[in-house]
């Protein structure tokens, strides 16, 4: 092949591996000129659920940050603190229900004996 065919090929490849990323780069809009074409009311909306989507964020990433510190990998231990979270959520549950239960039995044995 000649040179001048691998010229043009390596100055294709170029334009392709450069010019394709800065294409993107300048055609993307930022976050603030996709918010300013919101109409207002999906403004309003949106500075007010950025609050919540912070503090959502932020706990994600303390989550995270504590799995990492652990041996293991993080979808492990993300998998047994769910586990752990799921157990304490279940027995929380069982002791609503028997503080429930003893309850209806005292109301019971109040309405029968009222003495």
């Known amino acids: 092949m000649s040179a001048r065919l ?17 294409l993107i ?6 976050e603030e000129e ?7 009311e999906l403004q309003k909306r949106s500075l007010e659920n950025r609050q919540k989507k912070q503090e959502d964020f932020d706990h994600f990433v303390g989550k995270l940050k504590e799995y990492s510190k652990s041996n293991k990998p993080i979808w492990e ?12 959520g279940i027995e929380d549950q069982r002791r609503m229900a028997d503080e429930i239960q003893k309850r209806r039995d005292e109301i019971k044995r109040h ?3 009222p003495n």
Do not use: H
């Open 6 to 22: 691998w010229l043009k090929m390596g100055a294709a490849g170029g334009i392709m591996c450069i010019g394709g990323p800065a």
């Open 25 to 30: 780069y300048y055609v993307t809009p930022t």
């Open 34 to 40: 996709l918010f300013k074409r919101y109409n207002p």
């Open 77 to 88: 231990a993300a998998a047994e603190d769910e586990a752990r979270t799921r157990a304490s």
């Open 111 to 113: 309405s029968l004996n």
